[in-house]
């Protein structure tokens, strides 16, 4: 142990414990507020359960627009520390995050057991307060796939004016007016910390053949970019704060750690929801509609406890079935990434004590400097493998300033849930600056699926993604992997003396940069990049405008209703698809269910 370790251990090591302490100080005060406040109306025009990406612009819209909403969260709100980009990587496992696990998987994350953690946010802002804050649309033809599987109204020039109606793109860029938004809630910059080695990655994609440039615009069919971003002079905003807040009070009712149980049902129309606050259970009421932007894992799971979903499977788990549409749980789909790991030379990439020192707090102070890093993940590129036949780019890359080895094993180690006979591989690059390039599977052609665990509320449910059970998609990173030990050769990463690591402890005996010791290297490292959609998909489980089919008055908003994963982090389109949710609502509003609907019970009284 250095002395670099023990200044991580003193610097690093209370973090988590300031995360938690704000968390339960937050809900301590939300307790004695509950207990002596007067409570909250109990019926609003519109009730959006999941205070997410995608929730909390469905719901400042709405209360824009005058209605009066109910937005529910299992969560509190974010403490300040989650707001530093360069804080990232403690959030996840921290109170901010659901910390679900997926099912032991035969063929991926092996050097993990088997296992993905998968990090979702329950906290205002939901998952745009955990993730690594960057803005990718996916391909144009993603959504034209979309509009061409009969899903009217979502091809890309119907999709594009939402996502400009959220943005405003501050940095300079080539045909900024053609493909960006400016002036709007969410403010997106390529002009933040950038690890040195960015500028080596960038140039190694040049010397291959690549065009540097803006990959959510012109470049969306093959280029690399300094990493898009979603910060304000440094800061991490999140979707509560960009588009929801400023409605507080007004229009908008917020209701934190607040689990939401299930929809309230009457003659297949959703009227309300039921939920659990401090041990009571209250039913709150819909004069519209009930909008579920709870998430990938979250949605389907309250439509199948609500009795919607496949009627054997919840007579199963002793749920009463109400509706059968046995799609709901189906069509996951997730990205993996692959990190092929290299040393370089000192002082280009990450600077784990950064946070120490002066000078890093002076820049902070005035939006700069390696605080605002996204992570370490400097750059970003759309790339084609020599088996993709699709003119989309089959792999994005993730450029990063990092690896698993920086922190001394502190918090990503943690965060991958490694297994500790991987650490030593790891421990002989902590004395040396090292990162990684992490090819990502664009288009994955394994599809997975969600299930209840059981009928409580509380118990996470069954998540089995079904990683790499499709050869395709083991070719496609096999492909990806030799376009990496390409890039890893350019003159651009030789002039940074750029080394792939040796061979780790899982596969050494299949012989070191054989086909079967790729193989082997992939189902041992491969793991989420924490993009599950499809649960709810449009064309199944809901019709064009996200209703639920065969219910009135319920509508899912979420990276769920993706038919198909798009290819790129799905954090914006999730955004989109909130924002054309509200405008499909508020187009749907029906003035004659604008009345008072008497519940007939004391706000504190429990069922």
């Known amino acids: 142990m250095n002395i670099s370790w023990w200044l991580l251990l003193l610097t690093a090591g209370p973090v988590p414990f300031i995360l938690s302490l704000c968390y339960y100080w ?3 005060i939300s307790y004695l507020a509950y207990l002596v406040t007067s409570p909250p109306p109990t019926t609003y025009d519109y009730i959006v359960a999941g205070a997410g990406s995608a929730g909390c612009v469905v719901a400042g819209r709405l209360a824009e627009a005058g209605h009066h909403v109910l937005l529910i969260e299992a969560g509190g709100p974010s ?4 707001h530093i980009p360069g ?16 099912e032991v998987q035969e063929h991926a994350s ?15 802002g939901g998952s745009s307060m955990l993730n690594y804050m960057l803005y990718m649309r996916g391909n144009s033809r993603d959504y034209d796939e979309w509009r061409d599987m009969g899903l009217e109204g979502w091809g890309y020039e119907d999709v594009l004016p ?7 793109f501050e940095s300079d860029i080539e045909n900024k007016h053609i493909y960006h938004g400016v002036g709007a809630e969410l403010t997106v910059t390529k002009d933040n910390w ?7 990655y960038l140039k190694a994609g040049e010397e291959l053949g690549f065009k540097v440039g803006d990959i959510n615009g012109e470049l969306q069919d093959g280029g690399f970019t300094p990493s898009h971003v979603t910060m304000t002079k440094g800061y991490r905003t999140g979707t509560f704060k960009a588009f929801a807040e400023k409605f507080v009070g007004n229009n908008l009712e917020v209701l934190t750690y607040s689990h939401v149980n299930k929809v309230v049902l009457e003659d297949k129309r959703a009227v309300g929801v039921e939920l ?24 389907p799971q309250i439509l199948m406890l609500s009795g919607i979903g496949d009627k054997d499977h919840l007579r199963e788990v002793g749920v009463k079935p109400v509706h059968h549409l046995p799609e709901v749980g189906q069509n996951l789909q997730d990205h993996l990434i692959l990190p092929i790991n290299i040393d370089f030379q000192d002082g280009l990439g990450v600077d784990p004590l950064a946070a120490i020192y002066p000078s890093t707090l002076q820049e902070y102070l005035t939006g700069g400097g390696p605080l605002t890093s996204s992570g370490g993940c400097g750059g970003l590129a759309h790339v084609h493998t020599e088996l993709n036949t699709d003119p989309r780019p089959d792999i994005q890359y993730h450029l990063a300033g990092l690896s698993l080895a920086t922190d001394q094993g502190f918090v990503l180690f943690k965060n991958w849930g490694m297994l500790p006979e991987a650490w030593p591989w790891y421990a002989g690059h902590t004395d040396k600056t090292s990162g990684m390039l992490l090819p990502t599977l664009s288009r994955p052609a394994s599809r997975g699926f969600i299930k209840l665990r059981s009928n409580n509320p509380a118990d996470h449910p069954i998540i089995q993604p079904n990683y790499l059970t499709v050869q395709k998609d083991m070719d496609t990173l096999l492909s990806a992997v030799n376009l990496t030990l390409r890039l890893i050769e350019t003159d651009a990463m030789k002039a940074v003396g750029a080394q792939l690591w040796g061979s780790d402890p899982f596969c050494d005996h299949l012989g070191f940069k054989s086909t079967a010791y790729w193989e082997c290297y992939i189902k041992h490292f491969v793991l989420t990049v924490y993009h599950p959609v499809g649960t709810c998909a449009m064309g199944t489980v809901l019709d064009t405008r996200l209703r639920v089919t065969g219910m009135a008055g319920l509508r899912v908003a979420d990276g769920s209703v993706m038919p198909k994963i798009v290819g790129g982090n799905t954090n914006a389109p999730i955004i989109m698809i909130g924002e054309k949710a509200a405008h499909m609502i508020l187009e ?19 069922l």
């Open 26 to 28: 937050s809900w301590t």
């Open 79 to 82: 403490p300040s520390l989650a």
């Open 87 to 102: 804080l990232v990587g403690f959030l996840q496992n921290s109170p901010l995050d659901w910390a679900y696990r997926t």
């Open 110 to 124: 092996l050097g993990a057991g088997g296992v993905s953690s998968w990090p979702r946010g329950k906290v205002l």
């Open 162 to 168: 939402y996502f400009k109606k959220s943005e405003d």
């Open 194 to 200: 950038k690890e040195p080695i960015t500028d080596a």
């Open 276 to 299: 659990s606050k401090f041990g009571n259970t209250k039913i709150y009421r819909a004069r519209q509609e009930i909008i579920l932007c709870a998430g990938t894992v979250g949605s």
């Open 588 to 606: 749907d509003f029906d003035p004659a269910m604008a009345r008072e609907i008497v519940d007939g019970m004391n706000s504190k009284e429990e």
